[in-house]
């Protein structure tokens, strides 16, 4: 599952390299330190073509997601979705996965690492599913885990850092071996805070409750479009603090993510979630969702950018 499929070429500080040629030196600075920021944004195919999913709003949260940790990225989001456009035209993609990394390179390995250059590799590949090819319909089983998400002012949340995906790792691993998809993890306070990979919704006699961003969470881009989707179907959305327990008591349950896109959970611990199927609310958002993220349904928001229409070098 999520195996990487090479493509031709990987966009990197500006220039097209050979997908075999995107490679770093050990002693880089992110190696040792964890010193790096991404992201993971979706190209869909559209009946107009591929396009890519909120571009502009995942540059900006990777631009930021750098500027947290002082790494100036020199490129505007605008540049770097006109990159992605770029990139997905010139490996010839119908739809894929796009991994922009910005990293501290080679030069010292003092804990400071500001002296290091910030390299930006841009990468995609074809990509499927990611929690399971039947996710999507019938849902997951997930465990609350033994980790925690991470304290306030420790790891940032609001930064898509390398080092929060150790803590990912473990939510992941303990999940796996215990036999579940995926593990939601608490915050240091006990309230609900997120998967490894997603953020998690609960519904409860027809509201929508997600946690806050003070929740140690990630902004995320799909978290996002299911409040904004929620609003648009008149279907109230509270972002208030969830306590452990609302997840075994709630009507429905999802997680909301770029790789899992609107995956609903169909247990928590081996509780069923409602009637252990996918409820209606879930299932009105994720229609929506995939309709206007496939150009089946008009892009209302903007969120669609056709890849073909994209200005560059290619
Ligand atoms: C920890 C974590 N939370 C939430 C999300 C969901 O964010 P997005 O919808 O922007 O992909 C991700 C996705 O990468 C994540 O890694």
Redo the contacts with the bound molecule.
């Keep these: 599952m999520n195996s990487l499929v090479p493509t031709e070429k990987i966009w990197r500080n500006g220039a097209f390299i050979r997908w075999e040629d995107a490679t770093i030196h050990v002693l880089s600075h992110v190696v040792s330190c964890g010193s790096a920021v991404w992201e993971?944004i979706r190209c869909y195919e559209t009946p107009d073509g591929p396009a890519i999913f909120r571009a502009g709003r995942h540059m900006r949260r990777l631009i930021d997601s750098a500027r947290i940790y002082r790494m100036e990225t020199g490129w505007s989001a605008g540049q770097l979705s006109e990159a992605a456009c770029d990139l997905v035209r010139v490996n010839g993609l119908r739809s894929c996965y796009i991994r922009p990394i910005v990293m501290r390179g080679y030069g010292s390995l003092g804990v400071h690492g500001g002296d290091n250059p910030i390299e930006i590799f841009m990468a995609c590949w074809p990509w499927g599913t990611y929690l399971g090819e039947e996710a999507l319909e019938q849902g997951v089983d997930v465990c609350v885990s033994s980790w925690n998400r991470m304290a306030p002012n420790t790891l940032p949340a609001l930064s898509?850092s390398s080092a929060?995906y150790m803590n990912?790792q473990l939510i992941r691993m303990e999940a796996a071996v215990n036999g579940y998809h995926e593990g939601i993890a608490l915050t240091p306070e006990g309230t609900v805070s997120?998967?490894?990979?997603?953020?998690v919704f609960v519904v409860r006699e027809g509201r929508l409750l997600t946690p806050p961003l003070t929740s140690s969470?990630?902004e995320?881009?799909?978290?996002e479009t299911v409040i904004q989707l929620a609003s648009d179907l008149g279907i109230p959305v509270l972002e208030t603090p969830i306590p452990r327990e609302m997840l075994y008591i709630a009507d429905e349950v999802f997680l909301?993510?770029?790789?899992a896109e609107i995956s609903p959970v169909r247990s928590i611990d081996r509780i069923p979630v409602g009637s252990g199927a996918r409820g209606p609310i879930t299932g009105k958002l994720q229609s929506e969702f995939f309709a206007i993220a496939r150009g089946l349904r008009p892009d209302r928001h903007c969120w669609l950018t056709a890849v073909g229409v994209c200005e560059g070098v290619v």
């Design positions: 993971g898509k929060n990912s997120e998967g490894s990979a997603e953020n969470v990630l995320g881009i799909t978290r909301a993510g770029t790789a």
